[in-house]
């Protein structure tokens, strides 16, 4: 799943709707941006920074045997 870009308003206010929202999911703030992702039941989302900044989520997923 892709990350849906939320919407700050012309005063920097972020309202979000947790009714609207998958029911676990994580919110990414940077830069002025705001971005919701939908968490996977099993696996590991990893945020990956780079000089202060958000540059990338990346999904890790495993399986046990």
């Known amino acids: 799943m892709k990350m849906a870009e ?3 308003d012309c005063e920097g206010m972020l309202n979000i ?3 609207e929202l998958p ?3 994580v919110v990414v703030i940077s830069e002025g941006k705001a971005k919701v992702r939908k968490l996977p039941e099993h696996g590991e989302y990893r945020i990956v920074t780079h000089q202060g900044k958000v540059k990338r ?3 890790e ?3 046990e045997f």
Do not use: W
Request: with cysteine; glycine share 6%.
């Open 6 to 8: 939320l919407q700050i």
């Open 17 to 19: 709707d947790i009714m």
């Open 23 to 25: 029911i676990n999911c």
């Open 57 to 59: 989520m990346r999904r």
């Open 61 to 63: 997923e495993g399986e």
